[in-house]
């Protein structure tokens, strides 16, 4: 028996194909669902991170960085989308099918440990963007933490319930994800917009970052050409800088996708029921609810802390810029100079909790505090809903129980119940023992699921009569092969950089980089094998 809401969505989407411009993309927008939840993702503590160093080191140089690199993942998942609107069939099974078994567990095994790991850092910037910038009266005692996680959890396991209810309850998680990402923007875009009325950033240089700009691969940011000048060491400074420069845009295109929003994508276009129909509509899918507020909302960030922070250092503890020189010291001695400590000082990272201090004087507590504090707990929430989303998806195969609720619930509950420990652990070494294998594994095999559709998109056996044939082939080809190449090659950087067999903290790097060249080798041998059986 036909569903009624897919007849009617098919009905929409038959009406827009056939409507104006305008109409079709309000009509494409309501329709519009997996995307979102890409983006609600995305734009999660990583990602705020990531654009506030971005513009402490680089100012607006590097605006362009992050839409570049997203480009390049919306590339690979819209071939992820294509083989599975194309199929209609669950890619694990595909994968172990039509490549090797060895490729689809590793990718299970590898999301599942990025669902457990990341999560508990979600709900510490969650409960701090209450306790310090929405609440502070709530004060941060061990047992307004545990209320305020127990809060997040409740509320991540209630929304994961709606994903899985029917008719009203899915339209309503839809609902909330998309409101969820567009206050996340409307949050940071009110921040930018108060700098900019008070004189605080110049459009001009703005609208230059967005520019793709390959000479920051090799020199710095032009704001320290004065104080590199006056240091004791120019030479080594410029390659300090230039190389810390090289290893944000390296890794920024290897990690641009996370390996989880790999395995969220298809089975989050099955449970629309989507299929070859949807193919085209899945590209737009994945523009107005992934790319569109991941650019706005990742750069505003970048562009509120190019303001606040480039080359300044007034805002920075002594003893932290003591700290860092200290360190760059014993990498090389001789920096002695007041502009070597003022260099210094400019390299020390900061968090989005000091760039809402430094925004105070400037915009008001109202959106400093409040404004940009909610954009922040935005940002926490929608991760952890969605992490635990992907959690129940892949512990529905890792039980064999795909479509079942009690599975899902169980994956919810362990990506949820580990993240509410994070305030608890996400600290000194329990950190560092969670965060480096799991970015590790999950960084060495974000290219294995590239190569993996990659093939795929190329395989007649999976796709029959519907794989690209002719330019539509070459171009798709062209296409992934860069995103592809730049994703492995960005992991390969930041996996190589770590790897040393001093410690397990340099032996799990290189195990992550062999793991990558022989699944590599798996999937293009059984690539081979299989189509030639076909």
């Not at 002594?318 to 003022?342: K, V």
């Not at 201090?357 to 504090?373: C, D, M, R």
Request: glycine share 10%.
């Amino acid at each position: 028996m036909s569903n009624p809401e897919n007849n009617r969505d098919d009905a929409l989407l038959a009406e827009a194909e056939a409507s104006p411009a305008l109409k079709k993309f309000g009509i494409y927008t309501r329709l519009s669902g997996p995307g979102w939840l890409q983006g609600a993702i995305t734009l999660g503590g990583g990602s705020l991170a990531g654009a506030l160093y971005l513009g402490v080191v680089a100012g607006f140089g590097l605006l362009w960085l992050q839409p570049l690199a997203m480009i390049c993942g919306i590339i690979m998942l819209s071939a992820i989308a294509y083989v599975t609107l194309t199929t209609e069939k669950a890619p694990f099974g595909l994968v172990n099918t039509h490549l090797s078994p060895a490729l689809g567990w590793s990718w299970m095994i590898a999301t599942i440990m990025a669902n457990i790991v990341w999560c508990m850092p979600q709900f510490n910037l969650g409960r701090a963007a209450i306790q310090q910038n929405l609440l502070p009266a709530v004060g941060d005692s061990i047992a307004s933490t545990k209320i305020i996680c127990l809060i997040l959890l409740a509320i991540g396991f209630i929304i994961n319930v709606l994903y899985e209810s029917e008719g009203k309850g899915a339209k309503t998680f839809d609902l909330i994800i998309k409101v969820l990402v567009g206050l996340i923007v409307l949050s940071f875009i009110a921040v930018v917009i108060t700098l900019s009325v008070s004189g605080e950033i110049g459009w001009g240089s703005i609208i230059g970052g967005l520019i793709p700009n390959p000479s920051l691969l090799l020199s710095p940011a032009a704001g320290y050409s004065d104080l590199i000048a006056q240091s004791t060491q120019p030479e080594w400074w410029t390659a300090k800088i230039a190389n810390d420069q090289r290893d944000i845009i390296i890794a920024a295109f290897g990690t641009a996708v996370g390996i989880n929003m790999t395995w969220l994508l298809p089975y989050s276009l099955l449970k629309k029921c989507w299929g070859r129909k949807h193919r085209s509509f899945s590209i737009f899918d994945l523009s107005i609810g992934l790319f569109i507020p991941f650019f706005l909302a990742t750069s505003c960030v970048v562009i509120a802390a190019a303001s606040q922070f480039h080359t300044e250092t007034g805002d920075v503890d002594p003893a932290a810029g003591a700290a860092t020189l200290a360190q760059l010291t014993a990498e090389h001695p001789g920096l002695t100079n007041a502009a070597d400590l003022e260099l210094a000082l400019t390299l020390v990272k900061r968090d989005n909790f000091q760039l809402a201090n430094a925004l105070e004087p400037l915009a008001g507590k109202v959106v400093s505090q409040t404004i940009f504090g909610f954009g922040v707990l935005g940002m926490a929430l929608s991760t952890i809903i969605i992490l635990m989303l992907i959690n129940g998806l892949a512990f529905q195969e890792l039980l064999g129980k795909r479509g079942d609720k009690g599975a899902h619930y169980i994956g919810c509950a362990v990506s949820g119940i580990a993240g509410f420990a994070g305030p608890f652990v996400w600290t000194g070494a329990a950190e560092a023992a969670l965060a480096i294998p799991t970015s590790v594994i999950g960084g060495s095999l974000i290219p294995i699921a590239y190569v993996t559709f990659l093939l795929m998109m190329n395989s007649k056996k999976v796709l029959g009569d519907s794989r690209p044939e002719g330019t539509s082939r070459l171009i798709w080809n062209i296409l992934m092969g860069f995103a592809t190449g730049v994703a492995t090659l960005g992991s390969i950087w930041v996996l190589y950089g770590k790897a040393h067999f001093n410690s397990w903290h340099g032996m799990i790097p290189a195990t992550g980089l062999t793991l990558l060249v022989a699944l590599i080798i798996v999937g293009v041998f059984s690539f081979i094998k299989n189509e030639k059986e076909s």
